[in-house]
């Protein structure tokens, strides 16, 4: 089986047991590393965002009432999602994600429909990966200001009222309250407004663009800040590469670095799908290891295999 049908299969699965586990039983836990949105109704298990926006607060408390039960919790869950993203690390992005397969389908419907791709400069790439990083320090400072500043209750969770998860993910169970204009008070009417403002906006773009919310995903931000414990890797054998570009155009967020000259080519924005992987026509060039160990390679006869799967789908 190919890389990318191989991809595909997973992640419909992952989409299904995450998306309506919950109503056959199956709960993943609070600690996923990926936007299994908690607002679905069912859903199998949520994003840790929410756990992580929850329990920052209490770093405020004194020692002995972080100590408790509640702050345990809180360490415990921590302690799972960390776990969790030392064993697949951007995987969870690349083939897990419920949200990434919205993206996905919605760029597979844009190339049916022959709509060619927006194109986002190197330089414009390089300003808007930095609000990632934004988004995490924004959901990060706001909770602790509940405690000390004593905020509408709305701040807990700044980046769930915002996100474009909320409303658009509840709409594969039917749901739709998420699009419609909460005007209970003033905050939480803003926060309303804004969030199907930005789903609106994400949507445009993610129709435009391969995995465009993956550019601003603070999940991705977070992942990558383990990268470091992280044994699944990607890495590339330079002098075997043939310079022929083909792994920077598969990319799905316009990566440059797998195209250089370097032996780790794992970019912060680097989501593992393994197109690159999949499209090197240099056999073990590019390669996916798990603690120095390869567990697939890049092949030319596969990339020829690819080639005539798509050529033959051509009308």
């Not at 200001?145 to 709305?154: C, E, K, N, Y």
């Not at 499209?279 to 295999?305: A, E, M, N, Q, Y």
């Amino acid at each position: 089986m190919m890389i990318s049908s191989c991809r595909r299969a997973v992640q419909h699965l992952a989409f299904i047991l995450f998306t309506y586990g919950g109503r056959f039983g199956l709960h993943f836990g609070n600690a996923l590393p990926c936007f299994s949105c908690p607002y679905v109704t069912g859903c199998g298990g949520h994003c840790y965002l929410m756990a992580l926006q929850s329990n920052w607060w209490g770093l405020q408390m004194p020692l002995a009432t972080m100590m408790s039960g509640l702050g345990l919790q809180a360490l415990l869950l921590f302690a799972l999602f960390a776990l969790l993203v030392a064993l697949l690390g951007k995987s969870w992005c690349g083939w897990l994600c419920p949200f990434g397969l919205l993206q996905d389908w919605l760029t597979m419907l844009r190339q049916r429909l022959g709509v060619p791709e927006a194109q986002i400069s190197q330089a414009m790439r390089d300003r808007l990966r930095s609000i990632k990083y934004l988004l995490l320090v924004y959901m990060l400072a706001l909770p602790p200001l509940i405690a000390s500043a004593g905020l509408h209750s709305d701040f807990s969770l700044p980046f769930c009222q915002i996100c474009p998860a909320k409303p658009l993910m509840p709409l594969f169970t039917f749901e739709t309250a998420h699009l419609a204009i909460n005007s209970a008070n003033a905050i939480t009417q803003t926060f309303s407004i804004l969030s199907v403002a930005i789903a609106a906006l994400m949507l445009v773009g993610m129709f435009f663009k391969e995995r465009f919310f993956c550019l601003f995903c603070p999940m991705l931000a977070i992942i990558h800040i383990f990268q470091k414990i992280i044994p699944l890797r990607l890495k590339k054998n330079p002098a075997l590469c043939l310079a022929c570009g083909n792994c920077a155009r598969a990319c799905p967020m316009t990566i440059r670095r797998v195209h250089e000259d370097r032996a780790d080519v794992q970019d912060e924005d680097c989501l593992l799908c393994l197109n690159c992987l999949e499209s090197c026509p240099s056999d073990t060039t590019l390669r996916l290891d798990l603690f120095g160990k390869t567990l697939v390679s890049s092949k030319r006869r596969r990339l020829i295999v690819l080639w005539q799967k798509t050529r033959s789908a051509r009308p």
